[in-house]
């Protein structure tokens, strides 16, 4: 008996396997929490990005900051606007871990510039990356005091905006240069010196799918979450390993569990696609935001629950 043929013709970024299910089409309801995060397709403009999730029916994006600046926000926020996309968030502030007391104050006029343009753009959302140690620096935990300070500070100014800050917890493999807050736990105990609306947590798979009793502690934190991003563990990594995110389910994450504790949780807002590898970033942006769309009706949307 020969082989059944193909589901369908249209092949996966970037393994160039044939797809497994027909991509969703405009209207389909399993994308209606479904959002685009900017650099998953790094190549597009801000237009074409917007241009793109409309054309696959996706009914929100995540922003990043530069390619808003490249346009001026006024001229964003009438993109947006036009687009009648949500914004799911807004990265990314953060990076307030310098020693320097000058350096600090810098970058938090610099996190209330990031506000201002979450509150003008709608994003709920400001993701915070909080930085790594200073150059010379071995004192992780005044790093890490630091960062939760900083948030201190912030605070008050994103409650005014009506701006949550997500802290996002980043894979240890970055504490050095990147995000010396590293496990959900740590940043829940930050998050949780303040009220629900101004400061929460991201749930990153990449980053937490690692952690011990992750699972446990995503089903704890209840409202403190305040974005949901998925993308995999890819191995081996890559020789840049910033560009180590994967498309779902070419790696080592279990999907299905980690949606299921975000939605026990009690999470209803938008899971962001969020990849930075080099070849989905090399490969035809609809190309990319259709594989995004089939591995998250497959691997995601069934255990958002309701």
Sequence with gaps: ???????????????????RIRTPSVGDPRLARLSLNQRTTAEWSLREALDGAVAAGLPAIGLWREPVQEVGLG???ELVRDSGLRVSSLCRGGFFTAEDEDQRRRAHDENLRALDEAAALGAPTLVLVPGGLPAGSRDLVGAR??????????????????VVLGIEPMNPLYAA??????????????????????VGV????????????????????????VSYQVC???????????????????????????????????????????????????????????????????????????
């Design 232 to 306: 995999d563990w890819i191995t081996p990594l890559p020789a840049d390993t910033l560009l180590a995110r994967g498309m779902m389910g070419d790696g080592h994450v279990d999907f299905a569990a980690f949606t299921a504790a975000v939605a026990d949780a009690g999470y209803r807002g938008d899971v962001e696609v969020e990849i930075f590898h080099a070849e989905v970033w090399a490969a035809p942006g609809a190309d990319t935001v259709a594989t995004l769309a089939r591995r998250y009706v497959e691997l995601v949307e069934p255990w958002l629950g309701t």
């Design 145 to 162: 005091t630091r960062a939760a300070e900083a948030v201190a500070r912030l605070a008050p100014e994103a409650r005014a905006r009506g």
């Design 202 to 225: 991201v749930v990153d798979t990449f980053h937490l799918w690692w952690e011990p009793e992750v699972l446990q502690t995503i089903r704890s934190a209840g409202d403190r979450i």
């Design 177 to 198: 240069d990147r995000g010396v807050v590293s496990t959900l736990a740590q940043a829940l105990r930050i998050a949780r010196d303040f009220s629900a609306d101004e």
């Design 75 to 77: 001229t964003a926020v």
């Design 1 to 19: 008996m020969s082989a059944s043929p193909p589901l369908t013709r249209e092949v996966d970024v970037p393994s160039g396997a044939p797809a």
